[in-house]
């Protein structure tokens, strides 16, 4: 179809992926900022969003501490 029909509030553009001739208001804009008919446009791809890996726990102390005693005469510091 020719697009040098007139028609109100839109325009004639050139699509920035397949260089046709189309009116704007058939156009879409893509992720990056090109103006494309709508068979030429695609979603942005996942893989330009990398995932957050999350730091792993930190472990306080590893080692619980010795029960405590109630007969301290059995210790004698050093």
């Given at each position: 179809?020719?697009?040098?029909?007139?028609?109100?509030?839109?325009?004639?553009?050139?699509?920035?992926?397949?260089g046709f001739k189309v009116k704007r208001s058939e156009c879409m804009v893509r992720w990056d900022g090109f103006v494309c008919i709508p068979e030429a446009w695609h979603p942005r791809q996942p893989q330009d969003f990398p995932a957050v890996i999350n730091?792993?726990?930190?472990?306080?102390?590893?080692?619980?501490?010795p029960p405590e005693?109630?007969?301290?005469?059995?210790?004698?510091?050093?």
């Open positions: 179809m020719k697009n040098d029909y007139f028609e109100l509030g839109t325009c004639n553009t050139i699509c920035d992926v397949t730091p792993p726990p930190v472990i306080s102390d590893a080692r619980p501490l005693t109630t007969n301290n005469a059995s210790y004698t510091p050093i």
